[in-house]
């Protein structure tokens, strides 16, 4: 991972794969911001004794507390890859199973439709429906090799604009199945339909219910 770090006479350098240094970015933090070890301990809310011994390596901050006590300079905390790409976190509303337990973060995640074929082929009687799957690891490394793996799990609003848009292809086909019925030809009777149950013969519309007003043009 590479981390930016401030530093040297200009105060700005870059440093690869370096060990995150809590004390040396919490003293950074200090000098960026202007303030002694009790007035950032009196922000942070604790005492001066507990960012002493962060400082100097002795202890080392929650997670939650060195992002605040960071962003009393107006520093931040991001997760870089070795591209010196921002990584973000894992989606909270990610699509859980039935019992409202995270799949395994290490695995794939497949949609309800797509059950992969380890896990049978008809919906358990005896369970609800299923919300996503996923395979065993040795199963997903054949059929998914890593290149290609996606790398966040869906989340319950793709799943619902997925669903949506399955939808919409099953109505479209169905539609385009429907041949659509032609209009009947012109009726050319001549006298009143009242005086004939239907069209004779000769007319083109002969195989069409009666018309109102039609004509027959008699011989």
Known sequence: ??????????????????????????????????????????????????????????REPTASMLVQLLGAAGLRLEVVDEADRRVRPFDRDTVRDNAGRSFPAHLDV???????????????????????????????????????????????????????????????????RVVPRPPPPPCTCFDDCYEHPACPASCPASASPPTVGCRWRGP
């Open 1 to 58: 991972m590479s981390i930016d770090t401030v530093g040297g006479p200009s105060g700005v350098g870059h440093e690869s794969a370096a060990p995150f240094d809590v004390g040396g970015y919490l003293r950074r933090a200090r000098r960026l911001a202007d303030v002694s070890q009790r007035e950032l301990a009196l922000l942070a809310g604790v005492a001066q004794s507990t960012l002493a011994r962060w400082e100097s390596g002795e």
């Open 110 to 176: 497949l949609p309800p439709d797509l059950r992969p074929g380890n896990r049978g082929y008809g919906e358990r009687y005896d369970r609800p429906k299923a919300k996503g799957w996923y395979a065993l690891r040795t199963t997903r490394d054949e059929q998914h090799p890593r290149p290609g793996r996606p790398t966040d799990h869906p989340t319950v609003a793709e799943l619902s604009a997925r669903r949506e848009r399955r939808r919409e292809e099953l109505r479209q086909r169905a539609r385009d």
